[in-house]
């Protein structure tokens, strides 16, 4: 069935660093891509999402990168700083129908910024 | 907008009860998503609607799990009997319905304890 790999599972960077968390899908007709941020005993949290008609996407100092031939996409946050610390997840969705389908959740990366 | 919202925020029962959780999605919103997340497992799609209908329940474990959406502003997942592996933290998420894929926005979730 359709699946979605992240790596890494954890990850550790120094304030101010950059940190890259990676996605693969499995199903190529999937469209959309969103990254939810999910703090201690909170509600996951979009914070960018991207759709398949584009390679790139940024707000500030989060970006998303998209390569559809490799099935690959990539979340990337420069300028970490401690509020950034959290578990993040990528979702893949494909249309169903002609309509929306389900999302496809990757395991999660809890990254930690060290001060 | 008052966001997703989900009662109760935390429900402790003994094994073989009745649990039912509740969820109103944003107005306007005519997808709803119904997912688990534990440890194990990560986040896991139960079951979701487009307008009021049920399009996928894969995701359900066992018949001890049932969901509804009897109007566009209300839907309930239930398990009965409960078991203590049915512990978890259980979120609903809805989302615009469109030709493409839209952004789900989560509630706060129902912390979930079978004893």
């Known amino acids: 069935g359709e699946s979605v790999e992240q790596h890494p599972s954890t990850l550790s960077v120094q304030e101010g660093d950059s940190a890259v968390i990676k996605c693969t899908y499995s199903?190529?007709?999937?469209?959309?891509f969103p990254w939810y941020k999910q703090e201690l005993g909170k509600r996951p949290q979009l914070i960018i999402d991207i759709r398949s008609n584009v390679g790139e996407k940024k707000d500030q100092r989060i970006a998303v990168t998209l390569n559809k031939t490799a099935k690959h996409f990539s979340l990337h946050i420069t300028e970490t700083q401690p509020e950034d610390s959290a578990v993040y997840f990528c979702?893949?969705?494909?249309?169903?129908?002609?309509?929306?389908?389900?999302?496809?959740f990757g395991k999660g990366t809890k990254l930690s910024v060290k001060p | 907008d008052a966001g997703v919202i989900q009662s109760p925020r935390h429900e402790v029962t003994e094994m073989g009860q009745e649990v039912t959780l509740r969820c109103k999605p944003i107005s306007g919103h005519n997808s709803l998503f119904w997912y688990r997340q534990t440890m194990m497992r990560g986040l896991e799609l139960l079951i979701y609607f487009n307008n009021n209908v049920p399009i996928d329940d894969s995701g359900m474990p066992e018949d001890r799990f049932s969901a509804k959406m009897p109007n566009a502003s209300f839907s309930t997942l239930k398990i009965q009997p409960s078991e203590p592996r049915d512990s978890a933290v259980y979120f609903c998420?809805?989302?615009?319905?469109?030709?493409?894929?839209?952004?789900?926005?989560f509630g706060d979730g129902t912390r979930l304890s079978i004893l």
């Open positions: 979702a893949a969705s494909k249309n169903y129908g002609g309509s929306q389908g389900n999302l496809i």
């Open positions: 199903d190529s007709a999937s469209n959309y």
């Open positions: 998420a809805s989302s615009p319905l469109g030709p493409s894929n839209q952004p789900q926005h």
